[in-house]
């Protein structure tokens, strides 16, 4: 193709297409307050759903008293496990193979747990009627500690027993769910046996959750004339939503619609299947009118999907001069009282085998198990793929402890163990297929900017200072490398409730070179509106301002696996690129019919087709849309349309190098950002904009969870982080200014290269932060300390190292 | 979050706010900014059958300074607090303060009154007015009676206010000398892990007298006259802050929260004073 003349460049900026920071057309609604949530969607004799919950992490319940409740004017149902059991709805499959009581089935096993759902005329008597429910317990002994759990003679999940195996395998013990291993034991160990040096740990990977502004909730709506059931709701997977809703209340798929109104924030907290939504149902299908459910905060933060909650012990081997000869990874996983992990089918521990991070390491193994806790139900991947945090906080957590061991440098020691540029595509010890990457220049672009060095003196200096009392403050440098893996995934190994993990794209070009686009996806703020919208504009060559996406409605988008994980751009934004190439294609063979020439001697040039070496005579692709239309075109159908199922060939493995300086105070333990740097590769940059703002929501996050962000319980299973006073959300005032920066290395099996980026920045950030705490004091002999790392934990690190008089 | 049904009311003026108390006893209380009491009613730890907004009624508002006596409207938001350039001036640890109270938008809503009547012992109004040995203007069906702050605070969300009474302003005589008010917070919004108030007079050079007192550090507010005590005459040197710091420990009894254990809370206690009492010292 031609070099870029003025003329065809701005043609090609005129598209608005790839690599362009176009502002995010979603913004318009969402800055005016016009956006449609679903708390917004009101239908005329709407009745209100709202939940008793159990106070107890462990009880039997005696008996439910529904007659008070009943008696207040206002009031149209009190539904019960009893209720639901007729239609088989008291229990629900869960993503993770196990099965979850709806509504509490003679036991609850978690504080919050759902156990009536009280219909009502408003949100108001709904909330009133709750109080009258009258329900006895009597206490169980609770268990929150997993490692108790599984020594303990007292039986969770009374439902399963006797069952020896479960969905993924033999049960050890009764409140053992599965053991998930990985890699080659047998080797590992015997590389650790053998080595010069081990470096052994191990980390507490705390529970926390991933907060949305907008809770969850639904709008269930029978029509009883037409038998049709509509579902608004906060569902990061509207299709699976609808499958899931047909399977479970016989309901044919054809007359469910499922739609995903304006989402206000996922991070994987919308993935799952919540009580809230089958009570909805029920009792739309039991009054005929629409039954809304929202939950408030409190609800969200203690019923629905946690994250994290991994317990990890790491061995890592290396030689005296710090090359990594095998790692060892077992991991105790707390799933709560049900196994309701979002994960695909036939990975009980998510992608946690990528725990040997961005290193050549030869040998490794991992083990898995999962345990039944008095504990909320989840294990969502919390602004991440599927447990990728936890396996990225551990590796980068463990080179640091071997750095300690090595006394080595933490950055050197990255270095001469990342996988080289040159070994991709790279086989992982334990089983992935890295697609590409150049991970030391990233690291050296890194290092360079932050003058890496220069911050080891000053940090050494300020060391000093601290010794001789000149000082309280000291200096930590953290850094991390990762490598995510993203955009599940292939249908061959990949599948949620059997259904592969492909995406969907259908495009209609209008008449007039306009074009609507819908796709199996649904931003819950990602800006998908807008970046897909690019995408098309790059392949079709029609100003993505002239091309509408739309997202959400199972009725008119295409199936899909919906958006988590990182996976609208790696699998839809394929799906969009390959739908685009199809119109491209029928395209090419109108250009030719319009120009009287041979399909081949016409050629694509961003926004129309030209005769080869005769660049005057062109149509451009609106000219093509209207013939698609008004002329009969021998040997082609009219009309300008194209579908495309992708099916991703593997996963994509998105990178990046950051570091952040610390300032932390001795004496209050409170942390001060001085700087965060962030380089990011995320293959092809589709928006730098947005790619920015992800950035920035993704380090947010992660330091929050560094910071001081968890779910904690108390002996009793109480939720002692219930409300956002506790619950750490940071606000503009404790976020840092973020720097970011870019390396290009794209993806080699993706349409684009593209490899996603809204979940790296928490991946990578969370070890980032943490190590900078846990670095500050490596000087004064600190190995590692948990998160969160707030001031008392911080303050707790000096104390127990002596550092307070 | 939904709160159980109650009444509104919406008085023009004192008398009206006091009928209302005295006809609905228990069952009513007041609202001034809102941002204790309304979140307890949605979550239905306060049950308030009859709420009354002072919200309209003019003789709570407004900041009069009187020569060296201030008087601060009960319904005077944490917003013009920090805003009036007055009362920036006579009392600048009000402002100081007042800007460490949790977030511009609370600020709007949140009042002094409110702040201060309530008996939240996270508040920072309550150990500000007993730094500044605030006086509190109560009124109630039997006339209007005056409180000092430092005897104002029986227990948590327990003081000498009947429940027929409303806190209508605080007076207190202008600061001199240093002043600071330093706290340690989780994060915005946050209540104090510890904070200190500071006011330290100078004459000749030394520290002529001290007013030293602590918040979230008890059940109630803490003034530690000790603390007070040991910066008198001093220079403020180190042997000094020890000292002063010993003798606050003394006076505080803190708990264990999400915020830390005991030992952790005692020692930035200690800590935040010590600031506090630079500070102040260094304005002085």
């Not at chain 1, 996988?419 to 672009?445: C, M, N, R, V």
């Not at chain 2, 009444?7 to 009513?28: F, N, S, T």
């Not at chain 2, 938001?77 to 640890?93: T, V, Y």
């Not at chain 2, 002043?179 to 030394?206: C, H, L, M, N, S």
Request: aromatic share 8%; glycine share 10%; hydrophobic share 40%.
């Amino acid at each position: 193709m031609n070099d870029m003349t003025p003329e065809r460049e701005e043609r090609s900026a005129n598209l608005k297409g790839l690599g362009c920071s176009r502002k995010r057309v979603e913004d318009a609604r969402f800055t005016q307050g016009k956006g449609n949530y679903v708390d917004d969607v009101k239908m005329p004799g709407m009745l209100h759903g709202d939940f008793v919950r159990s106070p107890y992490a462990h009880a039997r319940v005696i008996s439910i008293n529904k007659d008070a409740a009943l008696a207040l004017d206002g009031v149209v149902a009190v539904l019960t496990a009893e209720d639901l059991a007729p239609l088989n709805l008291h229990w629900m499959p869960t993503l993770a193979g196990d099965k979850q009581m709806v509504l509490a089935d003679g036991k609850v096993l978690f504080q919050g747990q759902e156990v009536a759902f009280v219909v009502a005329r408003d949100r108001y008597v709904a909330a009133d009627a709750v109080e009258l429910v009258e329900v006895e317990y009597e206490e169980l002994p609770v268990i929150t500690d997993p490692f108790e759990s599984l020594k303990s003679d007292v039986v969770l999940r009374e439902d399963l027993a006797g069952q020896t195996t479960g969905p993924h395998g033999p049960r050890k013990h009764h409140n053992h769910i599965f053991t998930w291993e990985q890699g080659d034991v047998k080797a590992t160990n015997q590389v650790l046996d053998n080595a010069e040096v081990v470096a052994e740990e191990s980390m507490y990977y705390h529970r926390t959750h991933p907060c949305p502004l907008e809770t969850c909730g639904c709008v269930a709506s029978m029509d009883k004339v037409n038998g049709k059931l509509t579902l608004w709701g906060t569902f990061q997977a509207p299709h699976v939503v609808r499958t899931v809703a047909s399977m479970l209340s016989g309901i044919e798929e054809h007359n469910i619609r499922v739609i995903s109104p304006d989402i206000g924030g996922g991070f994987g907290n919308k993935v799952g299947v919540y009580p809230g939504y089958i009570c909805s149902i029920v009792a739309s299908i039991v009054t005929g009118v629409p039954v809304k459910w929202v939950e408030d905060r409190m609800e969200n933060l203690m019923a629905t999907a946690f994250a994290r909650d991994y317990w990890m012990t790491g061995k890592i081997a290396a030689t005296k001069e710090g090359k990594i000869t095998g790692l060892h990874c077992q991991v105790t996983a707390d799933h709560g009282g049900f196994d309701a992990c979002a994960d695909p089918t036939k990975f009980p521990a998510g992608f946690m085998n990528i725990c040997t991070g961005s290193y050549d390491i030869p040998v490794a193994y991992l083990g898995v198990d999962g345990v039944y806790t008095n504990k909320a139900p989840g294990g969502v991947s919390y602004r991440c793929s599927f447990r990728v945090t936890e396996a990225v906080y551990f590796i980068e957590r463990m080179i640091e402890v071997l750095a300690i061991e090595l006394n080595m440098d933490a950055a050197e020691l990255r270095r001469i163990n990342f996988i080289k540029k040159e070994q991709f595509p790279y086989q992982s010890a334990l089983g992935w297929e890295y697609d590409s990457g150049d991970y030391h220049t990233a690291w050296d672009k890194a290092l360079k900017t932050v003058d890496y060095e220069g911050l080891r003196k000053e940090q050494a200096e300020q060391v000093a200072a601290f010794k001789r009392g000149e000082t309280r403050t000291l200096m930590g440098i953290g850094l991390s490398f990762f490598t995510e893996i993203v955009g599940a995934g292939p249908v061959k190994n990949c599948d949620i409730l059997g259904m592969g993990m492909f995406d969907s794209c259908e495009i209609r070009i209008h008449p007039t070179g306009s074009a609507v686009a819908r796709l199996g996806t649904i931003s819950q703020g990602q800006g998908h509106a807008t970046t897909f919208a690019q995408i098309l504009a790059s392949e079709i060559g029609l100003s993505a301002d002239s091309i509408t996406i739309e997202e959400g409605d199972t009725d008119t988008a295409p199936y899909g696996l919906g958006t988590y994980g990182s996976r609208s751009t790696p699998v839809a934004g394929a799906a969009a690129a390959m739908a685009g190439r199809k119109i491209r294609a029928k395209a090419q063979m109108i250009a030719a019919y319009l120009l009287e020439v041979h399909d081949d001697d016409v050629e694509f040039d961003v926004d129309r087709f030209v005769v080869k070496g005769v660049p005057e005579r062109f149509k451009t692709m609106k000219d093509i849309a209207y013939a698609a239309y008004n002329q009969a075109i021998p040997g082609l159908e009219p009309g300008l349309e194209a579908v495309s199922y992708y099916d991703p060939p593997n996963m994509t493995y998105p990178f990046g190098a950051y570091v952040c300086v610390m300032d932390i105070d001795v004496d209050t333990g409170v942390p001060e950002i001085r700087r965060f740097y962030a380089l990011d590769d995320c293959g092809t940059r589709i928006n730098p904009m947005i790619i920015e703002g992800q950035v920035h929501g993704g380090l947010t996050e992660a330091l929050a969870v560094a910071l001081g962000q968890e779910i904690a319980y108390d002996k009793m299973g109480n939720v002692k982080t219930a409300t956002l006073m506790d619950f750490f959300l940071p606000t503009a005032w404790e976020v840092p200014n973020f720097e970011t920066d870019h390396t290009v290395t794209p993806s080699p099996h993706h349409p684009i290269g593209a490899k996603g980026v809204g979940e790296s920045p928490h991946v990578g950030g969370v070890p980032c932060f943490s190590n900078a705490v846990q670095d500050a004091f490596r000087p004064f002999g600190l190995r590692h300390t948990n998160m969160p790392h707030d001031h008392w934990r911080i303050w707790q690190t000096a104390n127990d190292l002596g550092l307070h008089e | 979050m939904i709160p159980a049904a109650f009444d509104y009311y919406r008085p023009k003026d004192v008398e009206g706010v006091i009928a209302l108390l005295q006809e609905h006893g228990d069952d009513a209380r007041v609202l001034a900014g809102g941002h204790s009491l309304i979140p307890m009613m949605k979550l239905r730890m306060a049950e308030v059958p009859h709420l009354i907004d002072l919200q309209d009624i003019a003789a709570l508002k407004g900041i009069t300074i009187d020569q060296d006596t201030i008087t601060i409207g009960a319904m005077v938001s944490q917003h013009e607090l920090i805003n009036h350039d007055g009362l920036s001036a006579a009392a600048p640890i009000l402002r100081e303060a007042a800007l460490q109270i949790a977030d511009p938008q609370v600020r709007y809503m949140g009042t002094v009154g409110g702040n201060i009547a309530n008996g939240d012992p996270g508040n920072d109004m309550p150990g500000l007015m007993q730094c500044l040995d605030a006086q509190i203007n109560l009124l109630g069906p039997d006339g209007s009676r005056t409180v000092a702050a430092r005897d104002y605070y029986e227990a948590a969300y327990m003081t000498d206010r009947e429940d027929d009474e409303i806190l209508i302003s605080v007076v207190f005589t202008a600061p001199v000398g240093g002043f600071a008010y330093e706290k340690q917070k989780r994060k915005i919004g946050d209540y104090a892990t510890a904070a200190a108030a500071v006011q330290i007079a100078k004459v000749d050079g030394k520290v002529a007298s001290a007013s030293i007192a602590m918040t979230n550090l008890s059940d109630v507010p803490v003034w530690s006259q000790g603390a007070a005590d040991e910066l008198a005459g001093s220079v403020c040197e180190t042997a000094t802050l020890k000292a002063a710091v010993a003798a606050m420990l003394g006076d505080i009894d803190p708990t264990e929260d999400n915020r830390g254990p005991v030992a952790f809370k005692r020692h930035v206690a200690g800590i935040i004073l010590t600031r506090a009492i630079t500070r102040a010292w260094d304005r002085a």
